[in-house]
């Protein structure tokens, strides 16, 4: 496969490459633009006309199967009184559902960070195995908490332990079930009235086995932060991940060690505008109120953690599924440059998946994950969000997405 006349975001933050060519082969990136290649003329070459090529979006927070929740129409509508209970076996068709419109949306890597009864594994081998298609999937299994309220509510979602031997029996427990990395709830949610976000839920010893065990046996950890207590132990413990981490910006020396550990933040403002605009009908009106206090920290911690150095992941965790880069526009509009933005959700992602040597980047060696877009992201982020502007999806070097009947034509001035 051969791409001419792109302009190449190659995913690293550097200035985009103009009228460049892009070469595939045996599914990875072989060629980009560099060093005066340039495929025009070649037979088979498909001329862009001038559109932009930039890595696949990858979103590093993701709930595969809970989000739908916050997909008002995405599942199905809820049983009337009357009507037979809804099956539950229909969620795996929902999720089906969800893979193909995340990669229709140029979405090509997922991380879930946190599925009901491993609905994330069953949908990452449907794609592995061909079955459906979607994006590439990684899964904590369930997320390790202590016991805590949380642990009511999201169920199977949770896998609630206490004490360091029990933590490092529930981190094998994960990799037996298959996941591909370790979650951790470091604090209590903000979704969850019962729980104060602010304490850490775990003393240092559980937090410690954790991290000890799944870095020993080769696995990277994702740590869900809230407060301040929280984000201290995580950080300072190596975690690899820091999940949400709004209160960050209250510690800047937290951010320093964070950028020279090289500890990935994925800040997930979608969700805070969820709890504090989006869904106040349906939370608590106690957690809508904190939720407003979070989003301005979320913020706050967005922009302290740029100027501290710290690399950024786009993690949308909200619903509906395809609205993803709508995370990559809010930190955008929290202060980052587009560059920037479109960095952090390919090669920060990339990065905070232990990844970023095969994903995020469209440099020679990488696998062929990219998305041709129909204009230009860095001079307006949002047209990200529009799915009939992602014209061309192509993940492993195959194409899986492609509206673009008008390639070969040049793009609107
Ligand atoms: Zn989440």
């Known amino acids: 496969m051969l791409l001419t006349n792109a302009r190449v975001i190659d995913g690293t933050g550097r200035a985009p490459l103009e009228r460049a060519s892009v070469r595939v082969a045996d599914g990875r990136i072989v060629e980009a633009g560099d060093g005066g290649f340039d495929g025009a ?21 993701a709930h595969l199967s809970s989000d739908i929740s916050r997909s008002p129409g995405f599942g199905p509508p809820p049983a009337l009184h009357g009507e037979l209970p809804r099956p539950r076996e229909l969620g795996y068709f929902v999720l089906a559902k969800t893979a193909c419109v995340l990669l229709a949306a140029g979405i090509t890597t997922v991380r879930d960070v946190g599925s009901y009864d491993d609905e994330a594994i069953a949908l990452r081998e449907a794609v592995r195995l061909g079955i459906v298609e979607g994006p590439r999937i990684l899964s904590c299994g369930r997320i390790i908490s202590a016991t805590a309220p949380g642990g009511a509510i999201f169920t199977t979602m949770y896998r609630e332990a206490d004490g360091a031997d029990d933590m490092r029996k529930a981190v094998r427990e994960q990799l037996r079930r298959g996941a591909d990395y370790v979650k951790l709830m470091a604090t209590g949610a903000r979704s969850v009235l019962a729980e104060d976000p602010e304490p850490a839920q775990m003393t240092r010893e559980e937090l410690g086995a954790i991290v000890d065990e799944a870095h020993r046996l080769g ?11 929280g984000a201290r132990l995580a950080v300072l413990q190596g975690v690899d991940t820091i999940e949400h981490g709004l209160s960050l910006h209250r510690e800047p020396a937290l951010l320093d060690a964070m950028a020279e550990r090289g500890i990935v933040l994925v800040p997930t403002l979608s969700t805070f505008h969820d709890l504090a605009e989006r869904f106040t009908d349906d939370f608590a009106p106690a957690l809508v109120e904190q939720a407003k206090r979070q989003l301005e920290e979320a913020y706050a911690t967005l922009a302290a953690a740029r100027d501290a150095g710290v690399t950024l992941a786009m993690g949308h965790d909200s619903g509906p599924p395809g609205d993803n880069a709508i995370e990559l526009a809010r930190m955008v509009d929290g202060g980052l440059t587009p560059l920037e933005g479109v960095r952090a959700a390919t090669f920060g992602s990339a990065t905070a998946l232990g990844l970023s040597s095969e994903l995020g980047t469209v440099v020679p060696g990488s696998l062929a994950d990219f998305v041709v877009v129909d204009g230009d992201p860095l001079a307006d982020v949002r047209m990200l969000c529009d799915p009939e502007r992602i014209w061309m999806v192509v993940q492993g070097g195959k194409v899986v997405a492609d509206r673009s009947p008008r390639v070969g034509e040049p793009a609107p001035a």
């Open 219 to 229: 696995v990277r950890v994702a740590a869900h932060v809230e407060g301040l207590a």
């Open 41 to 61: 003329g070649v037979e088979g070459a498909v001329d862009l006309g001038g559109r932009t090529l930039m890595p696949g979006l990858i979103d590093a927070h």
